[in-house]
């Protein structure tokens, strides 16, 4: 099983949703977000801050292979500005949905070979829970190692108010969510840039880890272009 991610500019987002529905993708989730282009930049182009949709799906392993590879095809991808969709394998979900999402095929546990692999695979997703606010903080310490550029939902804690602290946080306050995906050799000096300049212990409180992801489109780093045509893909 699969979680796909695709970020789109806000007025794609109803063009993504109708890909992935024709291609099979039927469990979606949408969430609004912000692009993180620096302020001098905005500036100097006379724009505002990069309105984003940013919407999830759970798949089966080849629906989400085929959701990328349309929405590279059909939406166009490859062109700059067109957004990115990436997705990460689960390692764990609930039985029934799985059952429900797969069908009729047999529910198979990973083998160590494939876990093996997910440990070796091309890009990563790094995400900060970090302050309201300070996403910015965030940026400039991953751009500092290297980072091309991220995204940010705005969320909000579960912690129903009261008072227990994490981290020298509280969970049910405002929160950012930023989103940045990098080459796997660049994931460790981009987090730790990030750890020692806006990590937990500092006035940014960011909260941060990785996941492997298995498949992207979109996604221009050194030039490159992602694009999923293998039919055996991880």
Avoid at 35 to 58: A, Y
Avoid at 99 to 118: M, V
């Amino acid at each position: 099983m699969h979680f796909v991610i695709a970020i789109a500019a806000r007025d794609l987002e109803e063009e993504f949703l109708n890909c992935m529905r024709r291609t099979g993708a039927h469990l979606n989730f949408a969430s609004l977000g912000q692009g993180t282009v620096t302020p001098g930049i905005l500036e100097l182009l006379g724009l505002e801050r990069t309105e984003k949709s940013v919407l999830f799906s759970l798949c089966t392993h080849d629906l989400a292979l085929k959701v990328i590879r349309a929405l590279t095809e059909q939406i166009g991808l490859n062109s700059p500005g067109r957004g990115i969709a990436l997705a990460l394998p689960l390692t764990s979900m609930d039985r029934r949905l799985a059952s429900q999402l797969k069908g009729e095929q047999p529910l198979q546990q990973p083998t160590d070979r494939q876990e093996e692999d997910l440990m070796n695979l091309p890009y990563e997703l790094i995400i900060a829970i970090v302050d309201k606010g300070t996403s910015d903080l965030v940026m400039d310490a991953a751009r500092a190692a290297g980072a091309p550029g991220g995204t940010v939902l705005h969320a909000k804690g579960t912690d129903a108010g009261r008072t227990r602290r994490f981290f020298g946080i509280s969970l049910a306050e405002e929160r950012e969510m930023v989103f940045i995906v990098v080459p796997a050799a660049d994931k460790s000096p981009i987090m730790r840039s990030i750890a020692q300049q806006a990590g937990a212990q500092s006035e940014t409180h960011a909260l941060l880890f990785s996941l492997p992801v298995s498949a992207a489109s979109g996604i221009s780093l050194s030039g490159e272009v992602e694009d999923p045509q293998e039919e055996d893909a991880p």
